[in-house]
């Protein structure tokens, strides 16, 4: 039996939205509800996968089944595709599983050619709306099928405004419009050299081709990239008769949602326009008027729109998009979809909804996507400020929020600066570790270089400060302090707005405003904790990260990088020392001055965590990341050290190392020096002892081995930790509880993991270098050749950014599996940057994990994906 790639609308139904798409399916499911659809059909996904399988051509056999339900149109419309007598004119959209801004825009009044336009004149005695209809068809097929440039077009239907001094199109009459028409003909004859089409069939086939093609679009490609959407789903085509909204003042369109999509109220929000077909509502030509000005315009029409937007959004359980057509006064329904909404919005309609009865909070939970709640969590610019800024420059959006302050070029600067008070942004080349102090003292972050896993754009969103990252449009001259922008030039009293959120720059002051958490957000997050089975830690190094995390809601630490803490002014110079120190007795000196630091440190987390757990990673870094590089800082420590020159750059070019993030880090510092360890152990079971005596908290501290690939490497740190941590108790003559596990970010140590138990009281998954080591290539260098990978679809994610299911992520699976066949018992937890990813959370639930960790700001939307994925999989 031939296979089926076209299907009438009255075939279908909502449960066959992977192949009809969701607008097909559905136009479908509003079809048997018996609301007024005009009658279509669609043409399938897989029809759209066929056409590139088969090199980017309509098969034979699916022309076939598209001329076969144009006969099956003609018979339900009484009317003939490309009749002389009563033709058939239809439109053509494109519809993809979900929503799609990236995709192709509507072509209407398909199938209207010289002759047909002139016998429609005729019948419906309205040559105004004739040609109004045929302008418009040539202007859409020509910009969105051919390419020709919508502007040409536009100028043309100036001038003749201009000409005929009116300002609105409707001002034309059917005189100007023909005149237009012919115009626009000859627009398309001297852009692509041939008529403009007359014949409907290939009009119809061309469009057709045209949705297939846009699946494949730069923006729609980005688009898909950003929201998880595979590129294998393919896209639908809708072929729907026209309805007619441009017939006169008993005729319009509009663009309605059952509830308002900014603010989430209860109430129709939407705006139509009379005698005007669909994109004049969008396209700001005219203005439309507010949905309730309809009532008093006309009050039958207006009581069957309300009736049906009440049953289609009790249907779908949700708030509703809708695009209608009156024709003469009948009513139609052209679409309708879950609506786009604000998180805000998002939050008080799922509330809402199982307040009245229509939803469960498992299934209100399903109605927030967890990303959006990114949008709550930080500043962001005065929406009346914005409407009056200019964009300058855009780059990646790499951390949400909004900043805006003066611009400063170095760490140290913005440290001083934001010390005395000064707003500022700070804005790099790139930025290093040595940047963190500077970078928490900045309102935001702008990189020249770099990508959305840059060191920039994961610091930053461990921190919540808005970043914008990978800007290759701004020049920095770091010695000169200055940003140009477009033959501009800008210095440190100059003014620098970013948007972390959408990539864009402003070089000026844009005031920000703080984001408010409503009543709301707080119920829906009880739902979500009452759901989800799999624990959410944060990854935080400071008190102020800790605390700001167990306000979003975290279950302790899952990752607190011991090394953070080194970078801070008071401490480098110990460390520094310990680094240059030629024999262990030097370096135990140099420990001892760290150690208090350490253990006031790891006391101020514990207090802020009130007894929650907290997993504590020793030192992981190569120790080439403390020291400077360039003669002039070298000499400058140096003398601050009391050393030579010499002395000094022969200990830097010693740490030199080719590949360091394979190097001397991780747990084979701790095999080299024992004694850092031991340190690290004291400063967290003095501080664990302290609380308990000084709070009362219950503290089981957990530390965490990194970089292990062999047990015995684990065993030979683990000895130093247990005999340190039971020297300490002796001391103050008191026991306490505590774990010692490890990272697995080896794959090795992932395909040995039952070994590895046997050492291990828990496994926490670091993704970011498991993927790196599991991939071969470096996070830091990705973002040079990633871009080339999507545009040729080797890769269609980011793997530092959503985790690769198919190969890290059965190292993980493996190491779990193999864990508990070892230690029943053992905990497992993933603390990479991947823990804040919705899918990768998901994923985690699936695999059976004990808790994910991620930065204080993904906490609330890490507590969502994974009541999201109770739901779906139930444990």
């Given at each position: 039996?031939?296979?089926?790639?076209?299907?009438?609308f009255?075939?279908?139904n909502?449960?066959m939205?992977?192949l009809?798409?969701?607008k097909?399916a559905?136009?479908a499911?509003?079809t048997?509800?018996?609301?007024?659809?005009?009658?279509g059909?669609t043409?399938?996904?897989?029809?759209?996968?066929?056409y590139?399988?088969?090199?980017k051509?309509?098969?034979?056999?699916?022309?076939?089944q598209?001329?076969?339900?144009?006969?099956?149109?003609e018979?339900v419309?009484?009317k003939?595709?490309?009749?002389?007598?009563?033709?058939?004119?239809?439109?053509?959209?494109?519809g993809?599983?979900?929503?799609?801004?990236?995709?192709?825009?509507?072509?209407?009044n398909?199938?209207?050619?010289?002759s047909?336009?002139?016998?429609?004149?005729?019948k419906t005695?309205?040559?105004r709306?004739?040609?109004?209809?045929?302008?418009?068809?040539?202007?859409?097929f020509?910009?969105?099928?051919?390419g020709?440039?919508?502007?040409?077009?536009?100028?043309k239907?100036?001038?003749m405004?201009?000409?005929?001094?009116?300002?609105?199109?409707t001002?034309?009459?059917?005189d100007?419009l023909?005149?237009?028409v012919?115009?626009?003909?000859e627009?398309?004859?001297?852009?692509k050299?041939?008529e403009?089409?007359?014949?409907?069939?290939v009009q119809l086939?061309?469009?057709?081709?045209?949705v297939?093609?846009?699946?494949?679009?730069?923006?729609?490609?980005?688009?898909r990239?950003?929201?998880?959407?595979?590129?294998d789903w393919g896209?639908?085509?809708?072929?729907?008769?026209?309805?007619?909204g441009?017939?006169?003042?008993?005729s319009g369109t509009g663009?309605?949602f059952?509830?308002?999509?900014?603010t989430?109220?209860?109430k129709i929000y939407?705006e139509?326009?009379?005698?005007?077909q669909?994109e004049?509502?969008?396209?700001g030509i005219?203005?439309p008027q507010?949905?309730?000005?309809?009532?008093?315009q006309?009050?039958?029409?207006y009581?069957?729109?309300?009736d049906?937007?009440?049953?289609?959004?009790a249907?779908y359980?949700?708030?509703?998009?809708?695009e209608?057509?009156?024709?003469e006064?009948?009513l139609?329904?052209?679409?309708t979809?879950?609506?786009k909404?604000?998180?805000q919005?998002a939050?008080?309609?799922?509330v809402?909804?199982?307040?009245?009865?229509?939803?469960t909070?498992?299934e209100?939970i399903?109605k927030?996507?967890p990303?959006?709640l990114?949008?709550?969590?930080?500043?962001?610019?005065?929406?009346e400020e914005?409407?009056?800024?200019n964009?300058?420059?855009?780059g990646?959006?790499?951390?949400?929020?909004a900043?805006?302050?003066?611009?400063?070029f170095?760490?140290?600067e913005?440290?001083?600066r934001?010390?005395?008070?000064?707003?500022?942004v700070l804005?790099r080349?790139?930025?290093?570790?040595?940047d963190i102090?500077?970078?928490?003292a900045?309102?935001g972050i702008l990189?020249?270089r770099?990508?959305?896993?840059s060191?920039a754009?994961?610091?930053?969103?461990g921190?919540?400060?808005?970043?914008?990252?990978?800007c290759g449009?701004?020049?920095?001259?770091?010695?000169?302090k200055?940003v140009?922008?477009?033959?501009k030039t800008?210095?440190?009293d100059?003014?620098i707005?970013i948007d972390?959120?959408?990539?864009n720059?402003?070089?000026e002051a844009?005031?920000?405003?703080?984001?408010?958490?409503?009543?709301?957000?707080a119920?829906f997050?009880g739902?979500?904790?009452?759901i989800?089975?799999?624990?959410?830690?944060?990854?935080?190094?400071?008190?102020?990260?800790t605390i700001?995390?167990?306000?979003?809601g975290?279950?302790?630490?899952g990752?607190?990088r011991?090394?953070?803490?080194?970078?801070?002014?008071d401490?480098?110079?110990?460390?520094?020392?310990?680094?240059?120190?030629?024999n262990?007795?030097q370096?135990?000196?140099a420990?001892?001055?760290i150690?208090?630091?350490?253990r006031?440190d790891?006391?101020?987390i514990?207090e802020a965590?009130?007894?929650?757990?907290a997993?504590i990673r020793?030192?992981?870094?190569?120790?080439?990341?403390?020291?400077?590089h360039?003669?002039?800082?070298i000499a400058?420590?140096?003398?601050?050290?009391?050393l030579?020159?010499?002395?000094l750059?022969a200990?830097?070019?010693?740490?030199?190392?080719f590949?360091p993030?394979?190097?001397?880090r991780g747990?084979?510092?701790?095999?080299?020096?024992?004694?850092?360890a031991?340190?690290?152990?004291?400063?967290v079971?003095?501080?664990?002892?302290?609380?308990k005596?000084k709070?009362?908290y219950?503290?089981?501290?957990?530390?965490m081995i990194?970089?292990?690939?062999?047990?015995?490497?684990l065993?030979y740190?683990?000895d130093?930790?247990?005999?340190?941590?039971?020297?300490?108790?002796e001391?103050?003559g008191t026991?306490?509880?505590?774990?010692?596990?490890?990272m697995?970010?080896?794959?090795?140590?992932a395909?040995?993991?039952?070994?590895?138990a046997?050492?291990?009281?828990?496994?926490?998954?670091?993704t970011?270098?498991?993927?790196?080591m599991?991939?071969g290539f470096?996070?830091?260098d990705a973002?040079?050749?990633?871009?080339?990978?999507?545009?040729?679809?080797?890769y269609?994610?980011?793997?530092?950014?959503?985790?690769?299911?198919?190969?890290v992520?059965?190292?993980?699976k493996?190491?779990?599996?193999?864990g508990?066949?070892?230690?029943?018992?053992?905990?497992l937890?993933?603390?990479g940057e991947?823990?804040g990813?919705?899918?990768s959370?998901?994923f985690c639930?699936?695999?059976?994990?004990?808790y994910?960790?991620c930065s204080?700001?993904?906490?609330?939307?890490?507590?969502?994906?994974?009541?999201q994925?109770?739901v779906?999989?139930?444990?």
């Amino acid at each position: 039996m031939e296979k089926k790639y076209v299907y009438l609308f009255s075939e279908g139904n909502a449960s066959m939205k992977n192949l009809l798409g969701g607008k097909g399916a559905n136009l479908a499911e509003m079809t048997t509800l018996g609301i007024p659809v005009p009658t279509g059909f669609t043409v399938t996904t897989e029809a759209c996968n066929k056409y590139y399988e088969d090199g980017k051509t309509i098969s034979s056999e699916v022309m076939e089944q598209i001329y076969a339900s144009i006969k099956e149109l003609e018979k339900v419309a009484g009317k003939e595709f490309g009749s002389e007598e009563d033709p058939l004119l239809v439109s053509v959209r494109s519809g993809a599983r979900v929503s799609m801004p990236g995709m192709m825009d509507t072509i209407l009044n398909l199938g209207l050619n010289d002759s047909a336009v002139e016998v429609v004149a005729n019948k419906t005695n309205n040559p105004r709306f004739a040609y109004d209809s045929y302008r418009r068809f040539i202007q859409m097929f020509s910009d969105v099928v051919m390419g020709i440039e919508k502007r040409l077009f536009e100028d043309k239907l100036d001038a003749m405004k201009e000409a005929r001094g009116v300002k609105l199109d409707t001002d034309l009459n059917a005189d100007d419009l023909k005149e237009l028409v012919a115009q626009f003909k000859e627009l398309y004859k001297k852009e692509k050299g041939e008529e403009f089409p007359q014949d409907p069939k290939v009009q119809l086939i061309e469009s057709i081709t045209a949705v297939f093609r846009s699946w494949d679009n730069p923006r729609a490609i980005v688009y898909r990239r950003l929201n998880d959407i595979p590129g294998d789903w393919g896209t639908a085509v809708n072929v729907q008769q026209m309805v007619f909204g441009n017939k006169g003042e008993t005729s319009g369109t509009g663009v309605i949602f059952s509830r308002n999509p900014a603010t989430g109220e209860n109430k129709i929000y939407g705006e139509y326009l009379m005698n005007a077909q669909g994109e004049d509502v969008v396209a700001g030509i005219r203005t439309p008027q507010p949905i309730y000005q309809l009532e008093e315009q006309d009050p039958v029409i207006y009581k069957q729109l309300t009736d049906i937007i009440a049953t289609l959004e009790a249907h779908y359980k949700d708030m509703q998009d809708m695009e209608i057509t009156i024709e003469e006064g009948k009513l139609y329904f052209l679409q309708t979809r879950n609506g786009k909404r604000t998180a805000q919005a998002a939050l008080k309609i799922a509330v809402d909804l199982v307040e009245d009865g229509t939803l469960t909070k498992e299934e209100a939970i399903l109605k927030v996507e967890p990303k959006q709640l990114d949008t709550l969590l930080h500043p962001a610019f005065d929406v009346e400020e914005l409407k009056k800024a200019n964009v300058v420059a855009k780059g990646l959006p790499a951390s949400p929020g909004a900043a805006c302050g003066k611009i400063a070029f170095t760490a140290d600067e913005s440290k001083e600066r934001a010390e005395k008070g000064e707003k500022v942004v700070l804005v790099r080349l790139e930025t290093s570790p040595e940047d963190i102090e500077g970078m928490i003292a900045a309102e935001g972050i702008l990189t020249v270089r770099g990508g959305m896993t840059s060191h920039a754009a994961v610091v930053a969103r461990g921190m919540g400060t808005c970043c914008v990252a990978g800007c290759g449009e701004i020049k920095v001259d770091e010695k000169a302090k200055t940003v140009t922008i477009e033959d501009k030039t800008y210095g440190v009293d100059d003014y620098i707005s970013i948007d972390g959120s959408t990539g864009n720059i402003y070089a000026e002051a844009v005031k920000t405003v703080s984001p408010e958490i409503t009543g709301h957000f707080a119920t829906f997050m009880g739902w979500a904790d009452e759901i989800r089975k799999l624990k959410v830690r944060t990854n935080a190094d400071t008190p102020r990260d800790t605390i700001q995390a167990v306000e979003f809601g975290a279950e302790g630490i899952g990752l607190c990088r011991t090394e953070h803490m080194f970078f801070a002014e008071d401490r480098i110079m110990a460390v520094r020392e310990m680094i240059v120190a030629k024999n262990e007795e030097q370096r135990r000196k140099a420990l001892d001055k760290i150690l208090p630091m350490q253990r006031q440190d790891f006391t101020e987390i514990y207090e802020a965590l009130e007894g929650m757990p907290a997993t504590i990673r020793f030192l992981d870094p190569p120790l080439h990341e403390f020291v400077p590089h360039s003669d002039e800082e070298i000499a400058e420590l140096a003398k601050e050290m009391g050393l030579t020159f010499e002395e000094l750059k022969a200990t830097v070019e010693d740490l030199h190392e080719f590949n360091p993030m394979m190097g001397h880090r991780g747990c084979r510092l701790a095999v080299s020096y024992p004694e850092i360890a031991e340190m690290q152990t004291r400063a967290v079971i003095e501080a664990a002892l302290d609380v308990k005596a000084k709070k009362g908290y219950d503290i089981v501290p957990e530390i965490m081995i990194p970089l292990v690939g062999e047990i015995k490497e684990l065993k030979y740190v683990k000895d130093v930790v247990v005999k340190t941590a039971e020297a300490v108790m002796e001391e103050r003559g008191t026991k306490i509880e505590y774990h010692v596990g490890t990272m697995i970010e080896i794959p090795r140590a992932a395909l040995t993991a039952d070994e590895i138990a046997k050492e291990a009281d828990f496994f926490s998954f670091g993704t970011n270098d498991l993927t790196q080591m599991t991939f071969g290539f470096s996070r830091d260098d990705a973002a040079k050749f990633l871009g080339s990978y999507y545009d040729k679809k080797i890769y269609e994610q980011d793997p530092f950014a959503k985790l690769d299911q198919t190969g890290v992520g059965q190292l993980v699976k493996i190491a779990a599996e193999k864990g508990r066949a070892t230690r029943p018992d053992i905990k497992l937890g993933i603390c990479g940057e991947h823990g804040g990813d919705p899918s990768s959370v998901e994923f985690c639930h699936n695999v059976g994990l004990n808790y994910v960790s991620c930065s204080p700001f993904r906490v609330p939307l890490a507590r969502l994906a994974a009541a999201q994925a109770q739901v779906k999989n139930p444990r």
